[in-house]
């Protein structure tokens, strides 16, 4: 048994370094050192986000952590399992879900498919034919199960990864872009069921590259760009490291002339956009820090005719652009 | 165990079975094979046992033709496809997830195997008379096992070296004359000998030829499937190796 103070994954100093070779002969190859020194911990029952621009390393990452890459330098944990040296006890614990539309036999049926991999996974024999209902029921295949994959649209392709991931109940889960593909109401059904199984105990280690899916699921987040962890906390703790205070949005008819130029010039502002949206102009206005520029705003904009005006934290994706944009 | 190799390998028979177009390749290929090795065989005048003997052997290069190309190939098609990693992933040994896989095709060569003999029936008239029905099909049986365990060391290779589908392909034809498919063993020279015995199908071949003449084949059986048996230790013991060399080199992905 894992000790309750360790972490379920426990990540020190990653390297990976990959070689590309170009022709048989001339050994003259390109380096890239995507993963460059990452540590974090995720403890159990935590929703760990991991984010971070295309090519950034996360998903070299998570296949170290899963034992399908060899980390160059480092060290990694799962479970108290290290990814080297007991790669078979990580693997019969870790479920592993990714987008996209590889990764399933276009031959065989969707229930086949699950059939096939719950075999591979042992699940039970007794248990299987149960365990496969159930998952085709929770990602929405009833019906089309007998249908060959080849005929799946992407987004039910996907679902059939993330119910071919969940098979053998694993008790930590790494869910690489698993929302790519899915429709709206998809997408919110399958947060729905991530959120689920983490109050069922499961630890799950995500990437996406949509803000509203990282703040609205994970505990805690770790913002990674060229291969380094640049920011790490949960997304309230990112959203307060970013440089920017409220952020005011006004919409207004007829913007005045000269009057940005005051509204820029108003000390605790920092910046100011000017969008046209149809009739009207939208004014996003940041603040600084801890300022409060409501009321100098609105002065400078008297006798204008004004729409909606709303105040507004920064969000989560305004910290990752910050953050991201200055690695 | 027994029952993931037999749900895996009949889900495996279930994939490769359904095109189209393989389905008629591995009907044609035999065929051709048969066809070019009985009119050889007429035109030598051989009769009664040497042409029993001759279908014998031109089945089982049916079937060793059917693993040989594709079984290497076929680890490339699930890199390709994006599953290899997810069977790497999977709590089990790597080689015993070959064996459902390369004996699936096995067993679609073992199809090949009744065209054949067929085949040779119906349009050379040679008369398939079986000394000992039980003991022949029990020798198809273990020599279609042994062939796919065959495939699975050749398959091993290519976890790690994406190219190294070609090789299946090389050693399609030199096993033929190795396992004495076609020529007699005696006849090979006698440095090829040692290695005949060790490839698993020359034993089966025997075996089926015995019990197709009415002599014992047990001994021949027995040898088949330990030395079948030994190439499932080999290729844990290899494909443990291949699987780490893999992860090193990032190989299992195609990225
Ligand atoms: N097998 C490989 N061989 C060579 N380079 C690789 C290999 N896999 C990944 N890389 C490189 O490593 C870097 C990180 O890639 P990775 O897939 O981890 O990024 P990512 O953060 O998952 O990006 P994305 O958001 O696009 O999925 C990239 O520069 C990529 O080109
Ligand atoms: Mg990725």
Redesign the pocket.
């Known amino acids: 048994m894992v000790r309750v103070a360790e972490p379920v994954i426990q990540v020190d100093e990653l390297v990976r370094t990959?070689h590309?070779r170009r022709g048989l002969f001339r050994r003259s190859g390109k380096e890239?050192e995507?993963v460059r020194g990452v540590s974090f911990t995720v403890e159990r029952g935590e929703l760990f986000g991991l984010l971070?621009p295309?090519?950034?390393?996360?998903?070299?990452t998570i296949k170290m952590l899963i034992t399908l890459l060899l980390p160059t330098a480092g060290r990694a944990r799962v479970l108290g399992h290290d990814v080297v040296k007991d790669a078979h006890d990580v693997r019969g614990k870790v479920g592993y879900v990714f987008g996209g539309d590889r990764g399933l036999y276009e031959r065989l049926s969707g229930l086949d498919n699950l059939r096939y991999f719950a075999e591979l996974y042992g699940v039970p024999a007794r248990e299987s034919k149960q365990r496969v209902g159930e998952l085709l029921e929770l990602v929405g295949l009833v019906g089309r199960e007998k249908e060959r994959v080849e005929g799946y649209s992407r987004g039910m392709r996907q679902r059939l990864h993330i119910a071919r991931g969940l098979l053998h109940r694993p008790e930590v889960l790494f869910l690489d872009?698993p929302s790519i593909g899915i429709d709206p109401v998809g997408a919110r059904e399958l947060r729905a069921t991530v959120k689920n199984l983490v109050d069922a105990g499961t630890t799950v280690l995500l990437t996406t590259?949509y803000m509203f899916e990282a703040d609205e699921l994970c505990d805690r987040i770790a913002v990674i760009a060229q291969g380094r962890i640049v920011a790490q906390g949960t997304p309230a703790d990112l959203k307060q490291q970013v440089t920017t205070g409220t952020v005011i949005e006004i919409e207004i008819f007829g913007l005045p002339d000269g009057v940005l130029e005051k509204v820029r010039a108003e000390p605790d502002v920092q910046s100011v956009v000017v969008d046209v949206q149809g009739q009207a102009q939208v004014l996003t206005v940041h603040a600084q820090p801890g300022a409060d520029v409501l009321q100098a705003v609105m002065a400078h904009l008297e006798g204008s005719r004004f729409g909606r005006v709303i105040t507004r934290e920064p969000t989560l994706e305004d910290a990752y652009i910050e953050l991201v944009n200055a690695a | 165990m027994l029952r993931l190799v037999g749900v895996a390998w009949w889900l495996q028979v279930k994939m490769r079975s359904r095109s189209a177009f393989d389905g008629l390749l591995s009907l044609l290929w035999p065929g051709f094979f048969a066809t070019t090795i009985f009119m050889m065989f007429r035109q030598g005048d051989a009769s009664g046992p040497a042409l029993l003997s001759a279908a014998v052997g031109s089945s089982a290069m049916g079937i060793w033709s059917a693993v040989s190309t594709t079984s290497a190939f076929a680890l490339q098609m699930e890199r390709r496809q994006g599953t290899l990693e997810l069977l790497v992933l999977a709590p089990q040994p790597f080689a015993l997830l070959l064996v459902p896989l390369t004996l699936s095709m096995a067993t679609i060569g073992a199809y090949s195997m009744v065209a054949t003999l067929l085949w040779g029936r119906i349009a050379f008239g040679i008369e398939i008379s079986i000394a000992d029905p039980v003991a022949f099909v029990l020798a198809v049986v273990v020599t279609v096992f042994a062939i796919g365990m065959l495939g699975m060391l050749i398959a091993i290779s290519s976890i790690r070296y994406r190219s190294a589908w070609a090789v299946g392909s090389a050693l399609e034809m030199p096993v033929w004359l190795i396992c004495g498919f076609l020529v007699a063993i005696n006849d090979l020279p006698a440095w090829v000998r040692p290695l005949s015995a060790v490839l698993a199908p020359t034993w089966g071949v025997a075996a089926m030829r015995s019990a197709a003449t009415g002599h014992s084949p047990w001994a021949n059986l027995g040898w088949c499937l330990l030395t079948a048996a030994s190439y499932g230790v080999i290729a844990v013991l290899v494909s443990r190796w291949m699987v780490h060399s893999a992860r090193a080199n990032?190989t299992l992905?195609l990225?």
């Open positions: 990959f590309t890239v995507a971070g295309n090519g950034a390393g996360k998903t070299t872009e590259h | 990032a992905a990225s």
